[in-house]
Structure formats: structure tokens, C-alpha cells
Antibody, heavy 121, light 107 residues
Framework: EVQLLESGGGLIQPGGSLRLSCAAS????????MSWVRQAPGKGLDWVST????????FYGDSVKGRFTITRDNSENTLYLQMHSLRVEDTAVYYC??????????????WGQGTMVTVSS | EIVLTQSPATLSLSPGERATLSCWAS??????LAWYQQKPGQAPRLLIY???NRATGIPARFSGSGSGTDFTLTISSLEPEDFAVYYC?????????FGGGTRVEIK
């Protein structure tokens, strides 16, 4: 079964750091770009970051650039998101998502169940 | 940044009725648009990719159309399980962006 399982969320104070993990199974992890998408409580979906499977390039949304770092370990089939200088507005459910398609750059076809990050003092 | 505008914000319909959801892009994105369904407490689910292709396991009552800047998701006859929030998303340019969503609610 194709599956993504996030972990690492929790309550953190403003200015703090947190690392999220996403364990993938059931597919060839190294053949797909992988992303993080977040959703603040009661709000819409917000793309955070993507790690290429082909070039090693990384891409970030403006609101997290310079504070968040996406990495992946293809040997462990795991995607990570290191978050620094967290702000109250980073509070959200963070989803790990696979980009589908033959070239691995398609739509988000597989999603994890999400992990909640709460930034509050 | 490509802005996606979804309309209407809320659609109130009865089971069996036809739902038509719109998504407009601020610049041309060819056919690089996807539609997702999200129910409360659940992760989004891919319905349509590349404007008109149904994802695996998606019922035929869901269809997508459009290209360039104007896109439509149609649900031909609403089933009780279709009442949810629907998002469009473009993959044409960085940053990837989502529309604000359309809530389809029971009338």
C-alpha cells in the first residue's frame, strides 16, 4: 500500500525549532518529487516546499524561505522539514505529499494524514 | 505568483443536483491544473490532474475541463459523500499555488 506517515509535530514557542519527518512506503521514493503543504486552522491549503527527485533542487514558498529547510534521505525513504525561527502564523497541519505522474512532477497524488504544529507562548 | 480564484465560495445544492465549480488563473497555466476534495479532519484527495484526467479510483461523475486561465470541475449528480471543500492547484510555475476553495454544502 502506498503510504506517507508524518511525525514530529507539537507545541513550540515562537522563535523555536522543530523537525518534521515523513516516512514513505509502497512506492519508489527516489522517483518522485516530494513536498510539504500546510493548512492553518480553518484556512485553505498553502504549499511550503518541494525537493526534486531528479536534480536535487529545492523550492520554497516566500513565507518560509530562509527559515525552513527541506531534505530527503532516499536510502531511508524519508522526507524532512527542518523549521527554525517559528512564528505564530506557522501554526498549521503540515502534510507530506507526493508529486505523481510518470516524471514525478505531477499533481499531489498521495498525501499523509498530517502532523499538527502549534506555535504559541 | 500565479493567483487562483475559485468561485463560488460556497455552493448550496441538494443530492442529485449538478455542481459546477470554477477556477480562474491570473495568467495562462496551459492545462497544469489539479482539483482536490477535502472533508473535515481528512487530508486532501486528488480528483483531477492536468485539467481533465480523473485520478485513480475517482468516480465518473467528477469531470474537469478548461485550459489557459479558465477551468471547471463538474460533479454531474451529487452523492451524499460529495459534500466537501474543493481546491484547485497549479503546477505551471513556482511557487505552486492553491485556490481559496469552494465549499459544497447540502441545501
Amino acid at each position: 500500500e502506498v503510504q506517507l506517515l508524518e511525525s514530529g509535530g507539537g507545541l513550540i514557542q515562537p522563535g523555536g525549532s522543530l523537525r518534521l519527518s515523513c516516512a514513505a512506503s509502497g512506492f519508489t521514493f527516489s522517483s518522485h518529487a516530494m513536498s510539504w503543504v500546510r493548512q492553518a486552522p480553518g484556512k485553505g491549503l498553502d504549499w511550503v516546499s518541494t525537493f526534486s527527485h531528479s536534480s536535487g533542487n529545492t523550492f520554497y514558498g516566500d513565507s518560509v524561505k530562509g527559515r525552513f529547510t527541506i531534505t530527503r534521505d532516499n536510502s531511508e525513504n524519508t522526507l524532512y522539514l527542518q523549521m527554525h525561527s517559528l512564528r505564530v502564523e506557522d501554526t498549521a497541519v503540515y502534510y507530506c505529499a507526493r508529486r505523481g505522474g510518470r516524471d514525478g512532477w505531477g499533481a499531489f497524488d498521495i498525501w499523509g494524514q498530517g502532523t499538527m504544529v502549534t506555535v504559541s507562548s | 505568483e500565479i493567483v487562483l480564484t475559485q468561485s463560488p465560495a460556497t455552493l448550496s445544492l441538494s443530492p442529485g443536483e449538478r455542481a459546477t465549480l470554477s477556477c480562474w488563473a491570473s495568467q495562462s497555466i496551459a492545462r497544469e491544473l489539479a482539483w482536490y476534495q477535502q472533508k473535515p479532519g481528512q487530508a486532501p484527495r486528488l480528483l483531477i490532474y492536468d485539467a481533465s484526467n480523473r485520478a485513480t479510483g475517482i468516480p465518473a461523475r467528477f469531470s474537469g475541463s478548461g485550459s489557459g486561465t479558465d477551468f471547471t470541475l463538474t460533479i454531474s449528480s451529487l452523492e451524499p459523500e460529495d459534500f466537501a471543500v474543493y481546491y484547485c492547484q497549479q503546477r505551471s510555475n513556482w511557487p505552486l499555488t492553491f485556490g481559496g476553495g469552494t465549499r459544497v454544502e447540502i441545501k
